[in-house]
């Protein structure tokens, strides 16, 4: 591809919100995507990862959608 997104920030996938959330604790600039709504969260992943960029989030903790669906 001539250009690709790639987020500045980091990024980790875990399993669940727990992890997540244990994950998080009280690091400030964290945020944790996850939605329920499969569909939704695909749709709006890649805007969400780039207002994260643009905040100055340092770390995105993305919660893994479930396997079907």
Same mark, same amino acid.
Not at 9 to 38: F, H, K, M, Y
């Given at each position: 591809?001539?250009?690709?997104? %790639?987020?500045?920030? *980091?990024?980790?996938? $875990?399993?669940?919100? +727990?992890? %997540?959330? *244990?994950? %998080? /604790?009280?690091?400030?600039? #964290?945020?944790?995507? &996850?939605?329920?709504?499969? =569909? *939704?969260?695909?749709?709006?992943?890649?805007?969400?990862?780039? &207002?994260? +960029? +643009? *905040?100055?989030? +340092? #770390?995105?903790? %993305? $919660?893994?959608?479930? =396997?079907? /669906?």
């Amino acid at each position: 591809l001539e250009s690709h997104y %790639a987020p500045r920030c *980091r990024l980790l996938l $875990v399993a669940n919100l +727990d992890d %997540a959330a *244990r994950l %998080a /604790g009280d690091a400030p600039r #964290t945020e944790i995507l &996850d939605d329920p709504d499969l =569909a *939704r969260y695909a749709h709006s992943l890649y805007s969400r990862l780039r &207002d994260a +960029d +643009d *905040r100055d989030i +340092d #770390t995105v903790i %993305a $919660v893994m959608p479930p =396997a079907v /669906g």
